[in-house]
């Protein structure tokens, strides 16, 4: 059964500090890896990784896929509180739907 | 602009009531899903359709049923058969056929069992 695990589970950092959330996988078939972040209600997408060791960036957010360790870390540096909500990683495996792992709950005090 | 509407966003529900949560997307995506979120377990699929009136069960479909009688509806009924149905409900859509590498999330709908 594919699978998708998130760690840590839960973070509590203070402003300023910098982060990595990890996701690694174990899937039949690996075509993409996702990340979301999700504040309140719906998740918004962050990246698409498809391939290892090319770092996709966005402002303080980056993240790279490692293929041969079956993971990705997402690192976030100079936090804000801003960046408190849930990160959901999930892979695309050429299946019907993506698999989820369980999200990281990040939360950054001021 | 294009997106999912969710509603209601809160629903309460008395034990043995049926109730549908509602699902719409003017993205003209073709396939679109139901995911149960509870804490520390992310999401988990309910059900998915890839065209109209096709559906498929997800890992978790006992005691959900859905329709989708057009292609920018896909609503979720939630029957008195789901024991445990206080969760947090979140439709995605997606085009079919083209690697565009993202659901796209409705605002969710907050269930809970009075």
């Known amino acids: 059964e594919d699978k998708v695990v998130q760690s840590p589970l839960s973070l509590v950092v203070h402003e300023g500090d910098t982060v990595t959330l990890n996701c690694s996988y174990e899937?039949?078939?690996?075509?993409?890896l996702l990340w979301y972040k999700q504040e309140k209600k719906a998740p918004t997408f962050l990246f698409m990784l498809?391939?290892?060791?090319i770092e996709k960036k966005s402002g303080r957010l980056s993240s790279i896929l490692d293929k041969k360790e079956l993971s990705s870390i997402l690192n976030i540096t100079a936090t804000q509180t801003g960046d408190s909500a849930i990160y959901l990683c999930?892979?695309?495996?050429?299946?019907?739907?993506?698999?989820f792992g369980p999200g990281t709950r990040l939360s950054v005090l001021p | 602009d294009g997106g999912i509407t969710q509603s209601p966003k809160y629903l309460f529900r008395k034990e043995g009531q049926n109730v549908t949560l509602s699902c719409e997307q003017n993205l003209n995506h073709d396939a679109m899903y139901w995911y149960r979120q509870d804490p520390g377990q992310g999401l988990r699929l309910i059900y998915y359709?890839?065209?109209?009136?096709?559906?498929q069960k997800g890992d978790i479909a006992e005691g959900y049923s859905v329709s989708r009688e057009k292609k920018e509806s896909f609503p979720l009924t939630v029957t008195s058969a789901q024991k445990n149905p206080t969760a947090f409900y979140l439709c995605?859509?997606?085009?079919?056929?083209?690697?565009?590498?993202?659901?796209?999330f409705g605002s969710g709908t907050r269930l809970t069992v009075v």
């Open positions: 999930a892979v695309d495996n050429y299946g019907q739907n993506f698999v």
């Open positions: 498809t391939s290892s060791g």
């Open positions: 995605a859509s997606i085009p079919t056929g083209i690697f565009s590498g993202g659901y796209t």
């Open positions: 899937v039949t078939n690996f075509r993409s």
């Open positions: 359709s890839q065209i109209v009136n096709d559906f």
